[in-house]
Every structure is written in C-alpha cells, then in structure tokens.
C-alpha cells in the first residue's frame, strides 16, 4: 500500500536571499507562522483516520527548514516523535537551501526522524546561481549531500532548468554532478516568470527570456532519461499547478504545461517509437507494445504520438498492446517483416 503523505508547508517568510525567481516582495522581513504542535498532531490523525492501515510520512515542504531557529525546527519535529516511537509515522523529511546544512544541523535531523531531505539545488553551475542571485555555490551542494549522507539522511534535489544564463549543455551538466552525489530523488522544474520577482523585472526589459516550452520538453526529457538511467526517481516535473499559480497575472511566461511530466514521459516513448518506426517501409501497418503502466505514455496525450507516427513516417498503428513482459521502457513494434524493440533509455 502506498504511503500516504501528510503535508505542511513551511512558509518562506523571513528569508534573507535574493533568488530572482522568487517572490520576495510577499516574503521580505516578516517572521514565518508555523504550524502549532496540537495543528502538526491533529492533522495526522485526520489523515489517518481517513485512510486506516497506511503508513504515514510527514512532510515539510517549502521554507528552509533548517534556516528556522533551532527551537522552531524542535516545535516542529517535537510532536512527531511519539508517532515515530509508535510505528504510527514511518518517515519524515524536510527541505531547506544547500548553504543552510553543516554538519551540525544534519545530526540534529537524524536525532529527531528526519529521513530525507529535500535540497533546492536549482543548478550545478556557479554562473547561474550568481545570475539567479542564489547566494550559495555548487561546493555548498556537495558539502551538504556530504554533511546528510554521513549523518545516514537520504537526499533529494530540485533543479530549476531555464535560470538566467543556464543553457541545455548546463542543465544537463548540472544534473550529471548532481547525479554523482547520488540523490535519493529528484524534482525537475523548469523557471517561471512569477509576477513581482526580479525575474519578472529583468524579463519586462528584455534582460531575460524563459525556456519556450518545446525547449523545456527538450532538455527535460533529457534530464528525465539521464535521472532513469541511474535509477532515481523523479517525484514531479513541473509546478504543481496550484490555485495561487493558476490565478490570472501571476505566472508572467515561461513553459506552463499542466501536466509537463505526463507529455516528458510521453515523449521519451515517442523517441522510442520512432526509432523503430524509421526501420520499416512507409504504409505498413503496425502493432506497437509496451509494459501495461506505459500504455498512456506510449499513445501520448490525445493519441498524438500515434498521429505523429503516421505523419512522419506514413505507418498506420493497428492496435497498442500491453504486455507483460516486457521491461517499462521498452517499446515493441510489430510489423509484416517482424518485430522489433529498444530500450529508451539506450537512445
Ligand atoms: S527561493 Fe530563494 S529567496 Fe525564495 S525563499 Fe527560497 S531561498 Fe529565499
């Protein structure tokens, strides 16, 4: 069964940086409101209540978690520890900024449950997060995945294509070094222009441009096989697009795609398809087959890789079958002369 998730979202009120894609007139100077230890409790067992027998994980998300004073980190965490003791909370994580974990600070988790943490590591590129106004290095990233890891706290990242001076070949570099510290998960979401950021300001005089969404789809589906390749998950691709994101005026430009991981993963298997489709004479027809959990991916939204395949190469798609068999990035397509398949993750 699946573990059910109870979310608290740490506000980013206070923070002292300057990332240029954050809202900071909304943040500046003001203290965060946390949630109480009794709201943290209650909140749990509400959601226990409504899903009875699934383990529970906490999450922290949002803020910089271990920028908060120590004492609020223990508010925090304080009420969870019966839970944990108890069986009734399996895992707890948090996130924070690369250049707020020393070594300190990561046995201070350990002690208090904490099992992963979240890291906003954006990009592995000094230059861009100079640009992006950041205020921490790559070196901050490798020093905190160090401080974590030897405290025996899994790691995960967020990385944020699209910055101010990022490019493809430094998107992907940056998730290739981030790769090698060997994160327990990952999150890939490209820039958005957020209405009152600096990004906004710097985009409006023509200083910046965002990520086009084909771009977006290029390079994240890059990322997307590189992160499958070494076998990290990758939890979500693309904000979530919330009520706040979704009210009109507040995301400026930039590759807004409700459903982006959907048509990345769609597109990994069209690569795929058209590899083998390329192989055979035009007009045949074609049987194509993946694992059954693919199916959607390999049709593509609207069956627009089937559609896609017929205008490129002229084949007709009979039937998309599901099989069992065959790994889940694999694609199979089956035709009067044979059959054939490759691995997306080989291209
Ligand atoms: S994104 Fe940057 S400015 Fe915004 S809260 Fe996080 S660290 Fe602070």
């Known amino acids: 069964m699946k573990t059910l998730v109870v979310p608290f979202f740490i506000p980013h009120l206070g923070c002292p940086h300057r990332c240029v894609f954050c809202d900071q007139e909304k943040i500046a100077g003001a203290r965060p409101i946390l949630p109480s230890p009794h709201e943290i409790t209650a909140r749990i067992h509400e959601y226990r209540g409504s899903a009875p027998g699934r383990s529970v994980e906490v999450a922290f998300f ?3 978690f271990t920028a908060l004073p120590r004492a609020d980190q223990e508010r925090l965490l304080a009420p969870l520890q019966p839970l944990i003791a108890g069986g009734e909370v399996v895992k707890v ?5 690369p250049d707020a974990v020393s070594a300190d600070d990561a046995s201070f988790l350990k002690r208090m449950g904490v099992r992963l943490v979240e890291l906003g590591v954006q990009s592995m590129d000094d230059e861009v997060l100079e640009l992006s106004g950041r205020g921490h290095q790559a070196s901050h990233v490798e020093e905190a995945f160090r401080h974590l890891k030897k405290a025996g706290i899994a790691v995960g990242a967020q990385l944020m294509p699209g910055l101010p001076g990022d490019t493809e070949a430094r998107s992907l570099a940056s998730l290739e070094r981030v790769l ?16 009152g950021t600096e990004l906004a300001r710097r985009y409006r005089e023509g200083g910046y441009a965002p990520l086009s969404l084909p771009a977006a789809v290029t390079v994240g589906k890059q990322m997307l096989r590189a992160a499958l390749k070494h076998g990290v998950p990758v939890l979500r691709i693309g904000l979530h697009p919330s009520i706040e994101l979704a009210a009109p005026g507040v995301v400026l430009a930039g590759p807004e795609h409700p459903a982006l991981g ?3 993963e769609s597109e990994l298997y069209y690569d795929a398809a058209r590899v083998l489709a390329a ?10 087959s993946c694992h059954p959990r693919r199916i959607s991916d390999l049709i593509g ?8 395949l ?22 199979a397509l089956a035709w009067g002369g044979g059959e054939r398949s490759v691995d997306l993750l080989e291209l």
């Open 93 to 97: 994580r948090v996130s924070t900024r």
């Open 279 to 288: 192989e055979i004479p035009r007009g045949s027809r074609v049987v194509l």
């Open 310 to 331: 017929k205008e490129e190469f002229g084949i007709e798609v009979a039937a998309v079958q599901p099989r069992e068999g065959l790994g889940r990035t694999v694609v």
């Open 301 to 308: 939204q609207r069956r627009r890789n089937l559609a896609r």
């Open 180 to 195: 090698k510290l060997e994160p327990a998960c990952l999150r890939i979401y490209p820039a958005l222009v957020l209405e």
């Open 62 to 64: 949002g803020g910089t």
């Open 262 to 264: 959907q048509l990345l």
